[in-house]
């Protein structure tokens, strides 16, 4: 890809910039003893125990015999993603913005690296064996049908005994919208559904999928793109605890052009290395609303 960096006669300070959200996903980040614990290896064990119930004491016999059941389950690394970016050393002098790569580093993250986060983080977790997955195409849903179909999916996890301080709700801002409104203006209907979340989380559609591509960056393809098998998602409900997420490795440098051997140009690179998976027992803990109707948008 062409380098783009115009020579410039004035300037002002103030960055002419896309609009982009930063990262939503970020509230799922696991616990730094876990991030400790995944240091050294592709791979992370994961220590899982289970015990039988209890049963009656006699007095004769005294206690039943039960059992522990301790094994590890196997976690491994999936997210290896980078870029190299460079440009002229002329480029970047007759542009007059020798802090350039400041500002594109500062670009990189907020317009690239946090929305394929976000992406990459959601499809990973709905397209998890096991999760379940309800279609429902609430594109014209009114505010009554989205609140009933919040109390199905919070009645299930209740019943499956997920606990409440750590369930967060990930949802379009369109449909968070809805529910806004109508409780606005019907102040005296429930919507006490929304207080079985211990958070609320905005996701824009666009980084919302059951699935996703990351695009190799051959043929000039960068970043990512909703995989012909992804559905658009309405919300998603994870109990923060049920989510293995850290970044194993990140790493970003600039190189001047006295380090680089054939180019005279700057260079900046990045890389990040992480994981984004579930526990096996805590599957109850991810409810995902998709709608299929949309698979193929």
């Given at each position: ?76 690394f ?15 002098e ?20 946090a ?67 109508y ?102 803990g ?11 948008a």
């Amino acid at each position: 890809m062409a380098n783009s960096i115009a020579a410039i006669k004035n300037y002002t300070t103030i960055l002419d910039e896309v609009y982009q959200r930063e990262t939503t996903s970020t509230i799922l980040n696991s616990p730094r003893r876990l991030a400790r614990a995944g240091k050294n290896a592709k791979e992370i064990m994961i220590p899982k125990i289970s015990v039988t119930g209890l049963g009656d004491y006699t007095r004769n016999v005294g206690y039943k015999t039960g059992s522990i059941d301790f094994s590890y389950e196997t976690k491994t690394f999936g997210y290896d993603r980078g870029i190299k970016l460079l440009a002229d050393v002329m480029d970047v002098e007759e542009a007059g913005v020798m802090d350039c790569f400041v500002q594109a580093g500062s670009e990189l993250e907020r317009t690239q690296v946090a929305p394929e986060a976000d992406a990459y983080t959601f499809a990973e977790i709905a397209g998890h064996a096991g999760v379940d997955v309800q279609t429902a195409d609430l594109s014209t849903a009114s505010a009554t049908d989205i609140l009933e179909d919040l109390r199905e999916t919070t009645n299930a996890m209740d019943e499956a005994q997920v606990p409440t301080n750590g369930r967060i709700l990930f949802i379009t801002p369109t449909l968070k919208g809805t529910l806004d409104d109508y409780s606005l203006a019907n102040p005296a209907r429930s919507n006490r559904v929304l207080e079985r979340f211990s958070s609320i989380v905005e996701v824009p559609q666009v980084r919302f999928y059951t699935a996703i591509d990351l695009l190799s960056g051959d043929s000039e393809q960068f970043g990512y793109a909703k995989a012909e098998t992804g559905s658009p998602i309405n919300y998603l409900v994870v109990e923060r605890s049920a989510v293995i997420k850290f970044d194993k490795h990140v790493a970003s440098r600039v190189f001047s052009p006295d380090e680089l051997e054939n180019l005279d140009s700057y260079m900046m690179k990045y890389r990040k290395y992480g994981i984004v998976e579930l526990f096996d027992n805590k599957l109850a803990g991810v409810r995902v609303s998709a709608n299929v109707a949309s698979t193929g948008a």
